[in-house]
């Protein structure tokens, strides 16, 4: 197969911000009829080799082939004008506007040089069929649709666009199962028709189940490019990390029953989205929180973290009445809550500020005396924490935004930890991070847990739940289906959970 | 019908306009001492139609997450060049009126290309046009005065068929022939991307610094058109920047009133000019309350701050505090 | 992975970064005077730069407020009948209450001020209401009750003799009062933004308010603290401009709004919220003082003078102003 002539040929590509190099001296091929996986950490350059190949940015040095031709593109319409189309993380869907619209953006089917509405309504309701998602209307607003049915809009939206050469960022991180072996068939469907496809994930099965071929990064440079079944996953990890990696997950300990419990809700329900949440975490405990995407579980973060209106039932903290009113009331209840909150980049951080200013900006209160404020304070309390969580910073004063995607959610940890948290809320917050931080992230989970600290932890990555989590809430439709601990506590156990049902368990 | 039910959902904010003009026009003409008559419907309309436009104008830079803070300026710039060239025969006068359009669209332009190449705020970079053009103004009309040609003034101030303003017919033909073949171009689709994530639509391919140019450009040709018809209400021309600055405040009221976002992605001019028309019959309602003078100032401003705060409902049906903050 | 911005420091402590924007403001500021020079040798003389000085401090302390607001990505469209309103109910007080009403004058002035502020802070913070519009909304509100105040009661007008002190007198070094007073206002600006948890808070709610939620913040009390804090500024600047001219009148404040706004951006403060220091604004004040005063003194007719500055401010942000670019 990838004796074919390459769609994508990339020749001594580098790309310097400033005076970095994210990537460096690359060479790289992608061939028709295959699907090629791109692997590295974050900060890797695999981000900055895609946004070479789908003209988003263009490259210091070095030569971009397509079929043949040496091209330069602009901006992403020559990119997708040649062929190439990428599906990126950052979703590129136009929230204001209707699905039919999105679908059809760039070039809309016209009638007297206008927008043809009925033809362009039928148009995305075959594309919308042929990836298995009729339940999207084309005329409902993108806002409106949760995360992984936007996802797979965007998906649509590529394949409307005929690629030659499809790139799919991290474009499954917020699927459901089912929608996840619907992408999976339209991608080999893609390659049995001569596209050539590169696969960016971070999710190893994903890529053992799919792929031809890999290519490693790591630090700019182009590791290892290997044919399938060539290299074993811990030789994979080890050389995108470039460590050996003795343990995957921290070792639990044994359960202490007799802790007290730190946060207990009572028949919590907010609309249709969380009906008749009871929970109990005990102190030094993680208690995982599984199921689909989509069940409910970032509205049961939110409303524990008072962000929710109307919520009803009741929430104790070490025993005490909560009242669920906002961040602020969570931050000063008996065991002070925190939320790492889902989005770090809108939610989590002020991206242009700089990183002192964002890790002290929950504890800010700590270092006022009376109006004035102690600089010299906070800045020894934010060094100890950066030291702690080893965050990888060049300067305090540098703007967040110049970090590494695993580096923000750091900075993300440390503004909660320096506010001495009792109870830590996280929603998904490995997603989109790299391997060696997913590590550390871990192992401080653990570590707090065994200072005492409660831990409710959402994943989207079920053998995440199952290395860390002393034990497992899934959830169906807005309320706790099962909790699994122990033995009980598999891969298939989870799924069939959350599926709710226990028949064939065709996903993986 | 499922169809049908989006479409409300979408048009929701364009329908309450409407509604809500109808109800004060309703109660407009009940408690006017005549009643309504063709002339009482003609000079309500040739004043409407004034603010219309110039809310029309604003609609298309807010829709790409813009604002143009220079439409009163380009729309007195437009009023006083008219009541310089628009005379002589009606050849001429049709001349001027082109060139005064002309001219319009060409401060749009400037204001498009400042922002689009100069990569400047909308909001700073029409706030320094919209001096700009009053200058010009100034420079063209030191004084109030000028002439514009009577027979095309008598024509678009009149009625047609002796029954319908001829003024509501301009701003028919102009929706027509302006907006909805814009809101259904590619460009026109365009701006609303862009101002729905400016980003994603650059990703997706989408045409940004041209949606933007277009934007701009046909909000100075509407403001123009606007300044046009005050010319041919007024027969004279006049720099005054009170005038100007009113009606850029008063069309960002409209357009608010009319359902469109400020925050870009979403609404329809349509619903600017019920915007406009309910602004201008908050005003006709206090000349027939016959309230005093001393009065009117204060109740306009509680009645205008009244009509945005609606806006808050909004608050209410929110349920995830954190959609607050978009 | 974004493109090397320039060393913008969102936390600008009194050791200020000198960034691109500032350098090019103050060298206009130079260029300016030595180009007036040219013209007449009266603009390098103590007497008119301290006379500069004096005008720039009204809006100056404007746009103090004005910053504020800016910062927290919100603009404060009121501050024309704000200024108006300072100066009227500062004057009537005097006149209704005699001698109690010449001492409190001034803090009633401030305090009128304050209030139109919470009510635009709560409209932005509580209804959730776009600034623009609501503050738009308040000024019509705030000249509606003026109109009926002048017309109605036909109150004293006449400033009192300390607003009038304060604003023209110089008995310290011949330094006018007015100018001393920004000094204050300005020194407790920036202590506000780089010395207080408050200020911290400003710049947070100003990058992204979600976030800053999310982290305990109060919101709502951030934005209404920085309106009320323009409001009172925009209030206080009205009772000094009337003790300057002796006397409070109508629409006073009209010629204020667009150079307090073009100020505080021109010093580079991000209008979107989140970025800027006051150096820049005490520049971007002294640059439109001074542009002004030259096309004054040049005998520069209203139409001319319009086109002019609406130029020298597009060519100042097109040098430094500049957004950055989609295409990284």
């Given amino acids: 197969m990838s004796d074919a002539a390459p769609i994508l040929e990339m020749k001594h590509v580098s790309k310097h911000y400033g005076g970095i190099a994210a990537l460096n001296e690359v060479d790289f091929v992608a061939c028709p009829g295959e699907i090629h996986a791109v692997l590295g950490e974050n900060g890797a350059g695999k981000s900055t080799l895609i946004k070479i190949a789908a003209g988003v940015t263009d490259p210091s040095e070095g030569e971009v082939i397509v079929e043949g031709r040496r091209v330069n593109f602009r901006n992403p319409t020559e990119a997708m004008a040649a062929g190439v189309v990428c599906v990126f993380q950052e979703l590129s869907l136009l929230p204001d506007m209707t699905v039919a619209d999105n679908l059809s953006i760039v070039s809309p089917p ?111 440079r182009r590791i290892e490019t290997f044919k399938k079944g060539e290299r074993s996953v811990s030789a994979i990890v080890q050389m995108m990390i470039g460590r050996e990696l003795i343990h995957h997950y921290p070792d639990k300990p044994v359960p202490k029953p007799a802790a007290p419990v730190a946060l207990s809700a009572k028949n919590l329900s907010w609309g249709t989205q969380l009906r008749d949440i009871s929970l109990d975490i005990r102190k030094g405990e993680i208690v995982g929180l599984g199921g689909l995407d989509g069940q409910g579980q970032r509205s049961l973060l939110l409303a524990l973290f008072g962000v929710l209106k109307g919520v009803s039932g009741t929430v104790e903290v070490m025993g005490k009445p909560h009242r669920l009113s906002g961040p602020r009331a969570a931050m000063r209840a008996p065991l002070p809550l925190a939320l790492i909150p889902e989005d770090r980049k809108t939610e989590g951080l002020m991206l242009p500020m700089n990183i002192r200013d964002n890790i002290s900006l929950a504890s800010l209160s700590h270092f006022q005396k009376g109006l004035r404020f102690d600089g010299g304070k906070e800045h020894s309390a934010v060094g100890k924490i950066i030291d702690r969580l080893k965050i990888k910073i060049s300067d305090l004063a540098a703007a967040v935004s110049t970090l590494s995607g695993g580096n923000q959610q750091k900075v993300v940890l440390a503004k909660w930890l320096m506010t001495n948290p009792g109870i830590i809320l996280l929603n998904d917050p490995t997603r989109g991070i790299d391997v060696g931080t997913k590590q550390e992230v871990y192992q401080l989970l653990r570590d707090l847990a065994d200072k005492g600290v409660a831990v409710l932890f959402y994943s989207t990555d079920y053998a995440e739940l199952i290395g860390c989590c002393d034990r497992v809430l899934v959830m169906y439709n807005g309320g706790i289906a099962q909790e699994l601990m122990g033995q009980h506590l598999n891969e298939r156990t989870i799924i069939e959970t959350a599926l709710n049902v226990d028949e064939k368990g065709q996903v993986a | 019908m499922n169809d049908l039910r989006h479409r409300i959902h979408h048009n929701g904010g364009l329908l309450a306009a409407i509604g809500l003009f109808i109800v004060m026009f309703i109660i407009y ?63 001429e006068g049709l001349l001027g009126i082109t060139v005064v359009l002309g001219a319009g669209a060409l401060a749009g332009f400037i204001n498009g290309a400042i922002i689009v190449w100069g990569r400047l705020q909308p909001i700073i970079t029409t706030l320094a046009t919209g001096a700009m053009y009053y200058g010009i103004a100034l420079y063209i009309r030191p004084g109030p005065g000028g002439d514009v040609q009577s027979d095309i003034a008598d024509l678009a101030t009149g009625q047609l068929f002796g029954v319908v303003p001829t003024t509501l017919v301009v701003l ?28 994603a639509a650059y990703m997706s391919g989408v045409p940004v610094q041209r949606a933007k140019l277009l934007a701009y450009t046909l909000a100075g040709l509407l403001a123009a058109a606007g300044g046009l018809m005050l010319t041919f209400n007024t027969y004279s021309g006049e720099a005054s920047a009170p005038i100007a600055g009113t009606y850029t405040l008063n069309s960002i009221a409209a357009v608010v009133i009319g359902g469109t976002s400020l925050f870009g992605g979403w609404g329809s001019a349509i619903g600017s000019i019920f915007g406009a028309f309910v602004l201008r019959t908050i005003e006709d309602l206090l000349f027939v309350f016959d309230l005093d003078p001393l009065w009117q100032p204060l109740f306009q401003g509680v009645v205008l701050l009244a009509a945005v705060s609606l806006g808050a409902l909004r608050v209410l049906r929110i349920r995830n505090r954190l959609e607050l903050f978009t | 992975m974004s493109e090397p911005k320039l060393p913008v420091s969102a936390f600008p402590a009194l050791r200020f970064s000198f960034d691109r924007s500032l350098i090019i403001a103050f060298t206009c500021i130079i260029l300016m005077l030595f180009g007036g020079a040219l013209y007449s040798r009266e603009f390098l003389s103590p007497e008119y730069l301290l006379q500069q000085l004096q005008i720039s401090a009204f809006l100056g302390i ?12 919100h603009i404060d469209l009121s501050i024309p009948w704000t200024v108006t309103l300072g100066a009227m109910m500062a004057t009537a007080f005097a006149g209704w209450y005699g001698d109690t009403g010449n001492l409190l004058a001034i803090p009633v002035g401030i305090f009128c001020g304050a209030m139109v502020g919470l009510l635009n802070g709560i409209g932005v913070a509580y209804l959730r209401l776009p600034s623009m519009i609501f503050t738009l909304g308040m000024n019509a509100v705030v000249q509606g009750l003026m109109v009926l105040h002048t017309g109605g009661f036909a109150p004293q007008d006449h400033a009192t003799d300390a607003m009038h002190f304060l604003a023209v007198g110089r008995p310290m070094f011949g330094i006018p009062n007015a100018l001393l007073i920004w000094v204050v206002v300005g020194a407790f600006t920036t202590f506000l933004l780089t010395h207080t948890a408050f200020g911290r808070r400003v710049y947070a709610v100003g990058n992204r308010e979600a976030a800053a939620y999310l982290s305990g913040v109060n919101t709502n009390a951030v934005i209404i603290w920085c309106f009320v804090l323009s409001g009172a500024a925009a209030a206080f600047a009205g009772v000094l401009l009337a003790g300057y001219s002796t006397k409070a009148y109508q629409a006073m404040g009209d010629p204020y709004l667009l150079p307090a706004i073009a100020a505080v951006v021109l010093g580079g403060t991000n209008i979107l919220g989140g970025r800027g220091n006051y150096l820049g604004t005490i520049a971007g004040v002294i640059l439109i003082t001074l542009l002004q005063s030259i096309l004054a003194v040049m005998q520069m007719p209203e139409a001319g003078r319009q086109i002019i500055y609406g130029i020298v401010i597009l060519a100042m942000l097109l040098a430094y102003g500049r957004g950055e670019i989609n295409r990284k």
């Fill in chain 3, 62 to 73: 404007i746009a103090s407020g004005v910053m504020m607001v800016i910062l927290i990505g």
């Fill in chain 1, 110 to 220: 016209l009638r007297g040089g206008l927008i043809n509405g009925r033809a362009q309504r039928e148009r995305a309701r075959e594309l919308l069929a042929s990836i298995g998602c009729e339940d999207v209307h084309p005329l409902e607003l993108v806002r409106d649709l949760p995360l992984s049915r936007r996802q797979m809009v965007e998906i649509a939206k590529a394949l409307a666009k005929k690629p030659k050469l499809l790139i799919l960022d991290e474009a499954t991180s917020a699927l459901t199962a089912a929608d996840v072996e619907h992408v999976y068939t339209i991608i080999r469907n893609l390659k049995s028709a001569g596209v050539g496809i590169l696969y960016v994930s971070h999710r190893m099965h994903e890529i053992e189940a799919l792929a031809d071929c890999a290519t490693v990064f790591r630090n700019g």
């Fill in chain 2, 29 to 91: 003409i009940s408690n006017h001492p005549v009643g309504l008559t063709v002339a009482v419907a003609t000079t309500a309309s040739n004043k409407a139609v004034l603010l219309a436009l110039v809310a029309m104008a604003q609609t298309l830079p807010v829709l790409t997450r813009g604002l143009d803070l220079s439409v009163g300026m380009v729309f007195i710039l437009a009023n006083c060049l008219a009541s310089v060239i628009v005379i002589g025969t009606i050849g």
């Fill in chain 2, 172 to 199: 028919l033909v102009i929706v027509l022939i302006v907006w909805l073949p814009y809101r259904n171009s590619v460009p026109g689709r365009a701006a609303l991307a862009v101002g729905s994530n400016e980003q």
